[in-house]
């Protein structure tokens, strides 16, 4: 399987990344985003791209892909709606709209959250912005499209929030992580859970279009055992 990933300077996509490169199945990763990763690695090709709403001028290298992974997202903490859906909806849709086109055969992971409002009409900004890509992106036509909705994300491997609060936080959380999956484990995933469980659904798709937390337990059930490093 190729993937494409959007987003792997984040916590999750760092996640999805290291999963993709362990996994004998993935045979290539193009990873694209503002930021360089400096990850050596035969399997990975990054494309650094300042602007990420238009793709025209690298369409033909967007060929031949299996799947994408559209990790790319913000905190919607001190941001005005428009300025929030300018990063959440367009750029996702521009990705989006390019790989349907180019693409049409592929199946297409996007990242949401617990919480979304697919009715788009609800009082949470975030909710409303994350429901309003989450549909259009179904609506677009890929072979396949799934939206994960994890909730609480604990991060392993070493992999940390970009940003210090959250990073600070999680380091807390993660002192009582396994006490919170006992007792919350509809609510609770790791990056390492949350990324097999893309990679599962990417290559063996799913019976939902919309996976909420309890159905990536499953999926990442299903992906078995992780290759030890």
């Known amino acids: 399987m190729r993937v494409i990933l959007f987003g792997a300077t984040g916590m999750v996509g760092q996640g999805v990344l290291r999963e993709c490169l362990r996994d004998a199945e993935v045979s290539s990763v193009l990873a694209i985003g503002r930021n360089a990763l400096q990850v ?4 990975l090709r990054e494309m650094v ?9 690298i369409e033909a290298e967007l060929r031949g ?3 994408c992974i559209y990790s790319l997202g913000i905190s919607s903490v001190g941001m005005k709606e428009g300025e929030y859906r300018r990063v959440t909806y367009d750029l996702a849709l521009a990705a ?5 086109r180019v693409n ?3 199946t297409f992971i996007y990242v949401s959250g617990t919480g979304t409002d697919s009715s788009e009409k609800g009082r949470v900004m975030w909710a409303r912005v994350k429901g309003a ?3 259009a992106l179904l609506g677009l036509p890929f072979k396949a499209a799934y939206m994960f909705r994890p909730g609480y994300i604990q991060p392993m491997d070493n992999i940390k929030s970009k940003t210090k609060l959250y990073a600070a936080a999680y380091t ?7 006490v919170l999956k006992a007792v919350f484990p509809k609510y609770v995933t790791t990056t390492r859970e949350l990324a097999r469980a893309m990679l599962q659904v990417g290559k063996h798709g799913a019976t939902k279009r919309i996976l909420e937390n309890a159905d990536i337990h499953l999926a990442a059930q299903e992906a078995g055992e992780a290759p030890s490093e």
């Open 104 to 106: 049409p055969g592929m």
């Open 65 to 67: 892909y299996d799947a």
């Open 172 to 178: 807390v959380v993660g002192q009582i992580y396994p």
């Open 96 to 100: 989006g709209e390019t790989l349907a």
């Open 40 to 43: 050596p690695h035969a399997k």
């Open 133 to 135: 890509t989450e549909n």
């Open 49 to 57: 791209r300042k602007d990420l709403t238009n793709f025209a001028d």
